[in-house]
């Protein structure tokens, strides 16, 4: 057990990451409510159209080249 509290940890650390440096952005990132917390196996974000100028592709590859996240399609 003690692994997976580690894992989780570990991933929601990240999540924070993430929301930090994307909270300027056009990108709709997850929500957590009071009465819960994710575990934040995946992070997803929804790519706005009508606020941002990139698309999908662009995005994923700035998010490669200039950060080393790994991104894939989600829905």
């Not at 997976?4 to 929601?12: D, L, P």
């Not at 917390?37 to 995946?42: A, D, E, L, N």
């Not at 080249?65 to 894939?72: F, Q």
Request: hydrophobic share 40%.
């Amino acid at each position: 057990m003690d692994k997976a509290i580690k894992s989780i940890e570990k991933k929601q650390k990240m999540a924070k990451i993430y929301e930090k440096g994307l909270k300027d952005t056009p990108l709709i990132t997850p929500i957590q409510k009071n009465w819960a917390k994710s575990v934040f196996w995946m992070y997803a974000v929804v790519i706005n159209n009508k606020k941002t100028k990139l698309k999908k592709d662009q995005i994923t590859k700035i998010l490669s080249a200039k950060y080393h996240i790994e991104t894939r399609n989600f829905f």
